[in-house]
């Protein structure tokens, strides 16, 4: 009965829930929009920087991992179609996809065949041509296609924008390559463009090139090896427990061994400061819910005081009828956690409304990244994760309790001696 009483008294006096009800809800609104803003960020550079460098785990040799910087070939992965045979033994769950990462120099000829312009390259290769293998669509290739098609023949090549622009490089022309292979020698082949791509991040755009694995084994010399094997975990989301599991269920396999070209396996957070940057976005998120409320908890302090003032006489009143001034604080407090559970299911309701929509269309903030060389897709798309759904209650209710609570030490201050004086005046 108690809390009905207590529930119609919110309904029926505006000015006693309204404005405690609105702080809460814009508090609870910023707290989940930005926290599905945060986990699309963070899910973001996930998902491209594991898609292009690191996939969720990935094997290479032991001293190719000392000098992954380098991108050595001469220390790349040997016999891996046996690797990846046990591999998908051992790991079925997992999508395994050797890659070759290198350099060189790409000759454009003018119209006679003269060499025109030479331009440094950095070549990745995927599986293309290998119709059951989806690293097209991981890499997002055929999004970023500006103009041409895809690798469809041997021998073709994927051209980067900016490159191409700077070059007049254009589909169907010839190129050559220059590099050298796994052991050394120099190697010079002829590609086909078929098509010039751009990533929208500076790191790839300003000189990359992409070719099916088969071919870069071939033209560099590197039958059955492959610079690393990327692993994708199901669904293409990162888990860094069970990463963690295989990861060391691998290197166990081989912990005893010297040999510098043994296989070692490294998960997303052990590579390219990925760690650190997920422990970042994670302290962001529980700094940003600690300072939320702090900040609504002295704002709805105030507004509990000012309340309290308007409430004087009313408090008095039931003082003097007898009522006992920690039955009063506790239905001060059971007030306030009506009132926060109501923000916050409004808070909540807006932000999940507003995350959705940009889930959906993305905020594109690719004008701002021109010169930043990480990789980071330019379309910022909220993710919606179930803590969206109960986050905003934490700092709703608490703040809201503990506004009131600091408020209401003020009934503990009323002297019973003085109230019939306060109500004859």
């Known amino acids: 009965m108690m809390t009905q009483f207590l529930w119609k008294g919110i309904i029926r006096d505006k000015r006693r829930s309204l404005l405690p009800c609105i702080v809460v ?148 022309d010839t190129l050559t390559f220059f590099g050298s292979t796994m052991y050394g020698s120099m190697t010079f082949t002829n590609l ?13 755009d300003r000189g990359a090139i992409i070719l099916d694995l088969g071919d870069a084994q071939q033209i560099l010399d590197m039958e059955n090896a492959a610079s690393e094997v990327l692993g994708f975990l199901p669904k293409e989301l990162y888990d860094d427990k069970q990463a963690e599991s295989i990861k060391t269920s691998f290197n166990n396999r081989y912990k005893d061994s010297v040999d510098e070209y043994t296989p070692v396996m490294l998960q997303l957070s052990d590579q390219n400061f990925m760690g650190d940057m997920l422990e970042y976005m994670g302290s962001v998120t529980t700094i940003m819910i600690f300072l939320l409320i702090l900040v609504l908890s002295i704002v709805l302090w105030n507004t509990g005081i000012l309340g ?46 507003l995350s959705f929509y940009i889930s959906r269309y993305g905020i ?32 709703g209710v608490l703040s809201m309790l503990t506004g009131t609570a600091l408020a209401g030490i003020g009934i503990y201050k009323r002297k019973t001696a003085t109230l019939f004086k306060e109500l004859e005046g």
Request: with cysteine.
């Open 25 to 172: 809800a814009i508090g609870v609104f910023f707290l989940v929009f930005l926290h599905g803003l945060i986990g699309g960020m963070e899910n973001n550079m996930i998902s491209m920087t594991a898609n292009f460098e690191t996939g969720h785990v990935k094997i290479m040799t032991r001293a190719y991992s000392e000098n992954v910087e380098q991108k050595p070939l001469d220390l790349a992965l040997l016999n891996i179609d046996m690797l990846l045979s046990d591999l998908e033994k051992e790991y079925p769950e997992v999508d395994w996809n050797p890659r070759i990462s290198f350099g060189g120099l790409l000759d454009i000829p003018d119209s006679t065949g003269e060499t025109m312009a030479q331009g440094p390259v950095s070549g990745m290769a995927y599986h293309l041509l290998t119709a059951e293998i989806n690293e097209a669509q991981r890499m997002g290739l055929e999004k970023a296609l500006v103009t041409g098609r895809l690798i469809r023949r041997p021998l073709e090549v994927l051209i980067s924008a900016d490159f191409a622009e700077r070059f007049n490089v254009q589909p169907e």
């Open 192 to 204: 086909s463009v078929a098509g010039i791509v751009r990533f929208g991040t500076t790191a790839l």
């Open 308 to 353: 309290g003032i308007r409430r004087y006489n009313e408090f008095g009143v039931r003082l003097a009828l007898g009522e006992e001034k920690k039955h009063i604080y506790r239905s001060l407090l059971t007030e306030s956690l009506f009132i926060g559970i109501t923000g916050s299911c409004f808070g909540t309701l807006l932000g999940l409304c």
């Open 364 to 395: 594109d903030y690719g004008p701002m990244m021109k010169n930043v060389s990480m990789m980071i897709d330019p379309v910022i798309r909220s993710q919606i994760t179930p803590a969206m759904y109960v986050i905003g209650f934490i700092p």
